[in-house]
């Protein structure tokens, strides 16, 4: 390992020593991710609590991971990042192990699922906020270490499902989860030999409250941040929250449900696609380039409320992907290049939660919302709210003009 220059290592812009930990540990649990809420479903369907069993347990992780995530980036800050991620770590590692074993040796009760999931909320709400201060201590390209990364998480997404169903189907429900476990453990691991420069100083003074009204004050003076965030809220219920299960109701109607995993799998390719060119195109304004890109979501819904030919609903869907993915490289190494270290992880919190929050809300409106309307008609809302959204985006100088942060050499 080389000298750090400004915290940051020397050496290759991308694929230093910690790098590739930190790109292992991400890739070997997003896989185990991908595959856990296939082999959870199928679970506890076989278990026979039903439809409203997975709801059930769905909820118990995701409920705690959007109350606690505030209170993560406040830890982070406090205890530094990489120990509340390797301690999340862990924690998921006996979790699925205890999962796996009650999946193995019996059938479990639906409380016992759902404690679980909520310890794993708990865990993911204590490692996310840490995200977003690693990568700028680990790699002088930040941009294109955040591509790296998110190619690799899109790539786990796509192929995890089908791992899982070919695991269950051929093996046992317990064995992803035990595979999971292991995933949580390397990525501890691989967190733990980290060799972090340049750590910024931890926030130890004052209350936690203290500190999480001092992350609200740097979230709130950016209106570039708060003011995407409000977007993307307005996005995630009308939006990203009714496109699944309406899409999913509409394009299986149409195309039965092979059609509908098709379609899922453009998007998830359209998502690769979209890392990739953010590895190379370096637009000076990075949120005005994302949010022009981000025009093509609204293929997805348009494309399944028009009732367009398969392949070429599959064909918007792999544009939608690409479009979402390259904002999403432009908005994550804004966010973490232009917030002080000290802070970035409280105010990475409070960018999360306002993204998560919104979309269970909208994914819980879709069903009234298409009973009332129809569901081609929310899709259709959905195609006009999202067009509308990219163009707030645009509207908005602090937004538009925001420039690209001048990495290292």
Not at 343 to 362: C, D, F, Q, T
């Amino acid at each position: 390992m080389t000298a750090a220059v400004d915290g940051r290592p020397a050496g290759p812009a991308v694929w230093t020593r910690d790098f590739r930990l930190f790109f292992t540990a991400r890739s070997v649990s997003m896989l185990g991710t991908a595959m856990v809420p296939v082999a959870m479903a199928l679970g506890v369907l076989r278990a026979g609590y039903g439809a409203s069993g997975i709801g059930y347990t769905l909820a118990a992780s995701t409920v705690p991971m959007a109350a606690l995530v505030l209170f993560g980036g406040v830890f982070a800050d406090r205890f530094t990042p990489r120990r509340m991620m390797v301690g999340a770590d862990l924690a998921r590692l006996v979790s699925q192990t205890v999962t796996a074993v009650l999946f193995l040796t019996g059938t479990p009760a639906l409380w016992q699922l759902m404690a679980i999931s909520a310890v794993n909320g708990i865990a993911a709400a204590m490692f996310q906020p840490g995200l977003a201060s690693l990568v700028p201590r680990i790699a002088r390209d930040v941009q294109r270490a955040v591509a790296t990364q998110r190619t690799s998480e899109s790539l786990m997404l796509l192929i995890g499902p089908s791992v899982a169903g070919l695991l269950v189907a051929f093996a046992e429900v317990g064995v992803v989860f035990l595979i999971d476990a292991a995933g949580f453990g390397v990525s501890a691991l691989c967190l733990a030999l980290l060799r972090l420069r340049g750590a910024p100083p931890a926030a130890r003074e004052g209350t936690v409250f203290g500190n999480l009204k001092e992350g609200w004050r740097e979230f709130r003076s950016r209106t570039w941040m708060w003011g995407v965030i409000l977007v993307w809220a307005v996005m995630g219920i009308a939006v990203f929250g009714p496109v699944t299960p309406l899409g999913a109701l509409l394009v299986s109607q149409a195309y039965d449900a092979t059609g509908f995993g098709f379609v899922t799998s453009a998007y998830g390719a359209g998502t690769i696609m979209g890392g990739v060119i953010a590895m190379r195109l370096k637009p000076a304004r990075p949120l005005a380039a994302g949010a022009t890109a981000l025009f093509l979501l609204a293929l997805q819904p348009l494309s399944i409320t028009l009732g367009l030919p398969l392949p070429v609903m599959a064909a918007c869907h792999l544009l939608a992907g690409t479009g979402s993915a390259f904002w999403g490289v432009m908005w994550m190494t804004s966010v973490q290049t232009q917030v002080a270290p000290e802070v970035l992880n409280r105010v990475h919190a409070y960018e999360v939660a306002g993204s998560v929050m919104a979309i269970p809300v909208g994914q819980a409106l879709s069903g009234p919302a298409a009973s009332l309307l129809g569901a081609g008609q929310v899709l259709t809302i959905s195609s006009v709210v999202a067009v509308c959204g990219c163009v707030l985006l645009l509207s908005v100088p602090a937004i538009r003009r925001l420039r690209r942060v001048s990495e290292t050499a």
